[in-house]
């Protein structure tokens, strides 16, 4: 079984489209992920996101907008794409921990290859 | 600010052979430290976590790692490689204050060959 799935897991666009990538995670997890990693293999968090809190990494641009339809998951909507978009994006989840924050251990999905032309 | 370096940006090693891929560290307070391995097109995996006891900690494949106070290291280590080692691996921090989100290095990559 999966754990951590997303879809589609190559996306080919043009610029200046809007698209969404889709995640999920069947591990009764309450934190979710959404990380960049560029051509270079350099991973940066975009965003972390519970059901209490939403944190947003400062240096990602506001056409990137993750929503959670429910707390199994956490997609990502970016508009208006541009060439610097393209990258391999990983959702990733991690259980909770003591005192309800997460654990330390996450999880992650295979990835979502993003190619803006 | 939390971070991490990786000095080293591919380690090459004989099959059989011990293999270390190194990660230095730079916290304020303790650090939670990480290694993932990436295999070719597939998502991260976790390898082994130091969050605090025993400064040797036993992972998965067979990998372990040395937390070191004093030289603010983490280096990842195997005694004998096998080519299916072959990977991208990541050492990471958990920024503190956060939702546990991880700040990784960026990546060795290791090539085993027989």
């Known amino acids: 079984d999966t754990a951590v799935s997303q879809t589609p897991k190559y996306l080919v666009t043009q610029m200046g489209n809007d698209k969404s990538i889709k995640c999920e995670q069947n591990?009764?997890?309450?934190?979710m992920y959404w990380y960049k990693q560029d051509s270079k293999k350099f991973l940066k968090i975009m965003f972390s996101?519970?059901?209490?809190?939403?944190?947003i990494n400062e240096t990602v641009p506001n056409r990137f907008s993750p929503k959670s339809p429910d707390k199994a998951h956490l997609n990502l909507h970016i508009n208006s794409l541009e060439l610097g978009d393209s990258a391999v994006y990983f959702c990733?989840?991690?259980?909770?921990?003591?005192?309800?924050?997460?654990?330390?251990?996450?999880?992650f999905g295979p990835g979502t290859r993003l190619t803006v032309l | 600010a939390q971070s991490v370096a990786q000095p080293e940006d591919q380690v090459n090693v004989a099959e059989g052979n011990p293999l270390t891929v190194k990660c230095t560290y730079s916290?304020?307070?303790?650090?939670?430290l990480f290694w993932y391995v990436q295999y070719p097109n597939r998502g991260l995996q976790f390898l082994l976590k130091?969050?605090?006891?025993?400064?040797l900690v036993k992972g998965s494949y067979g990998f372990e790692a040395e937390f070191n106070k004093s030289q603010t290291s983490f280096h990842l280590k195997k005694p004998s490689a096998l080519v299916s080692d072959s990977a991208l691996y990541f050492c990471?921090?958990?920024?503190?204050?956060?939702?546990?989100?991880?700040?990784f290095g960026k990546g060795t990559k290791l090539s085993v060959k027989p």
């Open positions: 130091y969050i605090t006891g025993d400064n």
């Open positions: 996101y519970n059901n209490k809190e939403l944190i």
């Open positions: 591990l009764g997890h309450d934190t």
């Open positions: 990733a989840s991690s259980p909770p921990g003591l005192a309800g924050g997460p654990t330390d251990t996450q999880y």
């Open positions: 916290v304020s307070g303790n650090p939670y």
């Open positions: 990471a921090v958990r920024d503190r204050g956060s939702q546990g989100n991880l700040i």
